[in-house]
């Protein structure tokens, strides 16, 4: 059925390492892909997002690429920082769909 | 951007009494929200869409009759929990979709903090 894979956390990373987190997703027709962001004690931020195939989402310094052949939306960054610590989530869905989310993941950057 | 609100963002209460959750957008329509809760460790489960004018649809497992949702105008929508007990405690997040937007991102509410004593 349709779902979101992301790998599994935690992450723990010092601060200006270089950041990964996969997402893969398996859906019918051409979702538009999201990752959302959580900070401690809050509700879901947008973080990026990318609405067709080969399109990069970015924000704050993160990157994702809509790739279709892989079906996959890795959030990247190439410096994080402490104030990056939170919950990243990808989700997948259609114009007139619910959301479907992955499981999440916690990073935690170390100073 | 678009900005959806919830109210209260905490709230405790004893076992068996009802507590509603509100959720608001503050700048756009919506004409749905959905209504999720999050457990330990980060999971979220959708459990209903809320359609401004109707019945909410709700996802398996989740009882109606315990989480009831109304969704009165194009701006808000409640979360009902009847007869609370401790294992409903939970974080309670809702989200809208923008009637315009149509691009499927959903604005996310700060979430409701809920503790049954």
């Known amino acids: 059925g349709d779902s979101v894979t992301q790998m599994e956390g935690p992450v723990t990373l010092s601060e200006e390492a270089f950041l990964t987190i996969n997402c893969t997703y398996t859906?019918?027709?051409?979702?538009?892909l999201f990752w959302y962001v959580q900070y401690p004690g809050e509700g879901l931020q947008l973080l990026l997002k990318?609405?067709?195939?080969?399109d990069k989402g970015s924000n704050k310094g993160f990157e994702a690429t809509y790739r279709k052949e892989t079906t996959s939306f890795h959030l990247e960054k190439g410096s994080v920082q402490v104030s990056d610590s939170a919950v990243y989530f990808c989700?997948?869905?259609?114009?007139?769909?619910?959301?479907?989310f992955g499981k999440g993941i916690t990073l935690s950057v170390r100073p | 951007g678009a900005v959806v609100s919830q109210h209260p963002s905490r709230v405790i209460c004893k076992s068996g009494t009802s507590v509603k959750i509100e959720c608001r957008s503050l700048?756009?329509?919506?004409?749905?929200m959905f209504w999720y809760r999050q457990f330990p460790k980060q999971s979220l489960m959708l459990m209903a869409t809320?359609?401004?004018?109707?019945?909410?649809?709700?996802e398996q497992g989740v009882e109606k009759d315990k989480f009831l949702i109304n969704h009165a105008s194009l701006t808000l929508s409640t979360l009902t929990v009847t007869s609370a007990h401790p294992e409903d405690s939970s974080f309670y997040i809702c989200?809208?979709?923008?009637?315009?937007?149509?691009?499927?991102?959903?604005?996310f509410g700060e979430g409701s903090r809920l503790t049954v004593l």
């Open positions: 700048d756009f329509q919506a004409t749905t």
């Open positions: 990318a609405t067709k195939a080969d």
């Open positions: 989200s809208a979709r923008d009637r315009v937007l149509n691009t499927g991102e959903l604005f």
């Open positions: 989700a997948w869905g259609g114009a007139n769909s619910k959301l479907t």
């Open positions: 809320s359609n401004e004018g109707s019945k909410a649809t709700y």
């Open positions: 859906a019918t027709g051409y979702p538009s």
